[in-house]
Each structure stands twice: as structure tokens, then as C-alpha cells.
């Protein structure tokens, strides 16, 4: 389909302005999109390269100096196609088109995970290199890919010179991957639109979307005393990623011991946990598989196996012991919350997930932060604060909850409202793919930050989903195809 579509519009293009006469029509966006084929491409690739995870804020870049040079970069590109521009202080930024008293919103972010170990990925992480006709490297699927995507179909329609009712903005987050401020921010600082999408998770469109509640459960730990202790646990590398590396230093009489222990348990489980031993010091490395943790069950947790190791382990009593036990009871390897809540919370919309992501114990303290995702049906206050209060303080554990900003309560729109409707229909046509219904995802989208807003792609339901991942990439036809549906999108939503 994608090839047939990239032979098509060659043809087009050969045939250039005589394809459509003097007056282009919405039909001909794919033409304008095709002639920007290859500025899209190069960049998606330069935007790639910047490596813009979050860091130390600085004056002017809220999340780090690499986030403000990604935002600078898509607003200088976003000049260079006439458009206007505003910078708001390094939190956001967004693009302006056309005239009108409302305006459409595309909004997309700019900041990405960590992409852990290089040395993981086939390829360079950060290189933007094209290799079988795909862009690699992290931010092509999530999010820099679709948001250029989208930036360049606005591009078409003013290229085209086709009239609008309304204004459109397509809007740079800086802040998505932690939750941050940043739309918070355009909130306070600009009017709403009136309808939108993000270009942030799939095709055909997203009408439904769990909410979201993070948290972190810590508390201080006394000494632990005899012959064997633990004296630090790390892992994870962003709180909506399942960790993929857990690390945890024991101090330990029989070191040889503690190391042949590990060996059994990894064979046992089939966990892939090691163990290196220097003197009475043992480390013991767990790796399991990153993955979103909107749906964690399709990960490995590698905080968690490296918790059911050492619960394993003959701890004396103490205040550790006492939290590896309740990490291991009540969440475990679990992602549907059954041993926590007492049950399984199941709705038409789907089903709760649980991902214990960050971990850092040390002699004195312990923190573990969660992701945890619920469907429309389930009231997070009487359904999940109350019993998971009410959890730690029947068992004693010592282990105070604390809420991240951000939380969110579930998105819902009914499939045959106009909105919906409209954006199905022009992935159809696109696509020719007629079968494929509405989604209801656990991931919490920019949908839930702004009014009448979806989730409207990138990815395509027979495209590998990678985000998060290593070796993540973006097919070159999806990237180009998925602009000429947001080419559509745009101009039907703000005609």
C-alpha cells in the first residue's frame, strides 16, 4: 500500500503543476507533501540528532539545555517556512498559521527517553542515519517524527494556498516524557483551541485513554545487622519506561554464596540476573526488556526481578527486609494491580496496569516511584488512593505515598461524534484500511491537557511499535504517509 502510494505521487510530481491546474484543491495536499519529501526526511534526521532528553534546568531552558536546542531548532525550521513563532520562556513553543477568532491545535513534544546503553542499538541512537529506507534513532516514532509530520502537512495547506475559517498552531512540548509544567504553562499564558489532536501514539484514532496516577512510596530504613546486608539497590531510567537495568550491592561473609545464589535463581525463573564478586562484596545486575509503560505486561521489570532475588535471600529482620517483602507481595511481577487492590479493575476501556519504574535504596532511606494507568469506570480516589492508603498502613511497612504533579482522570469520546467520525475517515481514505476500529490505550497522551483533543497516529496498526525502545525507528513511507493524512486532518478540522 505505502509503495503503491510513493509511486503514485512521483508520478505527480513528474507531472508537477498540470496535476492540478490553476486552483489546488484539499486532493492535492499529497502532491505538496511529496514535493517536501525529502526536506521532511532530512528534517526528521536533524532533529533526531539532537539529543534531547531532560536535563538541569537553566535560565531560558525550564528542561535543559538539549530540550531548548530542540525547540530552537523546530521553531527556526518553522520560520523558515513563513511562519510565525513564539517562544514561551523554554517551556513550550508553538507555530501560527492562517487568521481567524479560533484556532486548531496539533501539539507534539520535543523531549525523549533516555536511550540507555548505545552500545544496545544497531545503530547509533542519536545519529538520525537512514538505513532500509527508515529513519533510526530515538524521537522518529516518539515524538519529533509525527510532530514534523504534522508541521509539514500545515506546510501543504499554506503551500496550497487553500483557505481556512480557523487558525492552527502546532505546538512543541519540551516536557511530555516527565510530566512536566510545560502545557501547563501554554494554559496559563494562551487561549484554548477549539479542537485538535496529538500526533503521539496511533492510527486510526485513540478515543479512549486511561488515567494516569504516579507515585512514590519511601521511607527511611534502619541498620541492618548480621552477616549479610544490602547496601544499595538503583534501577530504572524514566518513570513511563519499564527499567530495563536494576543493579544491588550486598555486603556479605560468603560472597561465593550470595553469587551461586543468583546463579540458581536467574536458571529457576529464567530471569537475567548476574552476579560479580570483589572480596565480601557482591553485585548483582538484573536486565529485563524496556517497553511504555502504558502496557507494561509486554516488558520485563527489572527492578522487580532483582527484588524477588533478594527477598529470596536469608535477610535478617530489619526495615529493608520488611519493604523487599511488601514490594514482593503486593506488586511483584504483577502489571494488573490483582495483590494490591484484591482484584483486577476491568471496564469496557481496559484494564488497570501497575509498573514499578525508578528504584534508589541506600543504607538509610528507600524510594520506589510507579506508574500506575486506570480505565474510565474506575474512580482513582475510592478505587486506588483509598486501598493502597489503606495497604500500607494495615501492613506497618513504613513506606509514606506521595503523588507525583500530572495526575489525570480517563478521556473518553463516543466513536460516531463528528470528530472522531471525520478523523476516521480520512485514514481510510489514506489508507484503504476500513476494518481497524477506535483505540483505548493506557497510555496518557497531551490529548488529556487540552479540550476536544484525540490521539491521531503516527503509527499504523501494521507498524512495529518502539517507543521507549532500543533501535526505535520510523519508516520513511509511514513518516511520508502520515503527513498526508495530518495534511487532510488539519485542513478539515480549520476549514
Known amino acids: 500500500m505505502h509503495n503503491k502510494h510513493a509511486c503514485y505521487f512521483f508520478l ?16 492535492d495536499l499529497p502532491f505538496f507533501i511529496e514535493k517536501d519529501r525529502a526536506a521532511l526526511v532530512a528534517a526528521t534526521q536533524d532533529l533526531v540528532r539532537v539529543p534531547s532528553v531532560q536535563g538541569e534546568a537553566a535560565d531560558g531552558a525550564p528542561a535543559g539545555d538539549e530540550v531548548a536546542q530542540a525547540l530552537d531548532a ?16 523554554g517551556y513550550i513553543g508553538y507555530t501560527e498559521y492562517g487568521t481567524g477568532a479560533d484556532y486548531v491545535a496539533v501539539l507534539g513534544h520535543l523531549d525523549v527517553v533516555s536511550a540507555g546503553n548505545p552500545d544496545d542499538w544497531t545503530y547509533p541512537p542519536f545519529s538520525g542515519d537512514i538505513h532500509d529506507n527508515a529513519i533510526w534513532g530515538r524521537g522518529t516514532q ?72 504516579r507515585f512514590d512510596l519511601s521511607g527511611t530504613i534502619g541498620p541492618q545487622t548480621g552477616d549479610l546486608a544490602i ?60 517497553v511504555h509503560s502504558m502496557r507494561p505486561e509486554s516488558g520485563k521489570n527489572a527492578i ?83 486501598p493502597l492508603l489503606a495497604r500500607l498502613d494495615e501492613t506497618g511497612v513504613g513506606l509514606a505515598y506521595e503523588e507525583w504533579e500530572g495526575a489525570s482522570t480517563p478521556l473518553y469520546f463516543d466513536p460516531a461524534t463528528p470528530f472522531i467520525q471525520t478523523l476516521m475517515g480520512i485514514y481510510q481514505q489514506f489508507t484503504g484500511d476500513i476494518t481497524t476500529q477506535p483505540l483505548s490505550i493506557g497510555g496518557k497522551s497531551y490529548a488529556q491537557e487540552l479540550p476536544n483533543m484525540v490521539a491521531y497516529g503516527a503509527l499504523f496498526p501494521d507498524e512495529a511499535e518502539l517507543f521507549h525502545q532500543v533501535d526505535e525507528h520510523v519508516d520513511i513511507e509511514d513518516l511520508i504517509l502520515s503527513a498526508k493524512i495530518y495534511a487532510r486532518a488539519i485542513y478539515e478540522l480549520a476549514k
Open 12 to 27: 505527480i510530481l513528474i507531472l508537477g503543476t498540470a496535476f492540478f491546474g490553476c486552483c489546488p484543491t484539499p486532493d
Open 74 to 89: 523546530a521553531l527556526a525550521l518553522c520560520e523558515g517556512m513563513g511562519f510565525k513563532t513564539i517562544n514561551l520562556d
Open 142 to 213: 516518539d515524538d519529533k517524527g509525527p510532530i514534523l509530520a504534522a508541521l509539514y502537512g500545515l506546510k501543504a495547506i499554506k503551500d496550497a494556498g487553500l483557505p481556512l475559517s480557523k487558525r492552527v498552531r502546532v505546538i512543541f512540548g519540551t516536557m511530555e516524557e516527565e510530566t512536566g509544567p510545560d502545557v501547563s504553562y501554554y494554559r496559563s499564558k494562551e487561549e484554548l483551541p477549539i479542537q485538535g489532536f496529538t500526533p503521539d501514539a496511533y492510527f486510526p484514532v485513540v478515543n479512549a485513554e486511561k488515567g494516569l496516577i
Open 231 to 290: 547496601t544499595s539497590i538503583t534501577g530504572g531510567s524514566a518513570i513511563n519506561a519499564v527499567p530495563a537495568e536494576a543493579v544491588a550491592v550486598v555486603h556479605a561473609s560468603d560472597a561465593n554464596a550470595i553469587a551461586a545464589a543468583c546463579a540458581n535463581f536467574a536458571q529457576a525463573t529464567e530471569y537475567e540476573l548476574s552476579a560479580a564478586v570483589d572480596g565480601n562484596t557482591v553485585t548483582i545486575t538484573s536486565h529485563g526488556l524496556s
Open 304 to 386: 522487580m526481578q532483582l527484588l524477588a532475588f533478594l527477598g529470596s535471600l536469608d535477610l535478617p529482620p530489619s526495615d529493608l527486609s520488611a519493604v523487599l517483602d511488601f514490594m514482593n507481595t503486593y506488586f511483584g511481577m504483577e502489571t494488573n494491580g490483582d495483590s494490591m487492590f484484591g482484584q483486577v479493575y476491568t471496564t469496557d476501556a481496559g484494564t488497570l496496569s501497575m509498573s514499578v519504574d525508578l528504584v534508589t535504596v541506600n543504607e538509610t532511606s528507600a524510594k520506589f516511584s510507579v506508574d500506575l494507568r486506570f480505565p474510565g469506570g474506575i474512580d482513582g480516589d475510592t478505587q486506588i488512593r483509598q
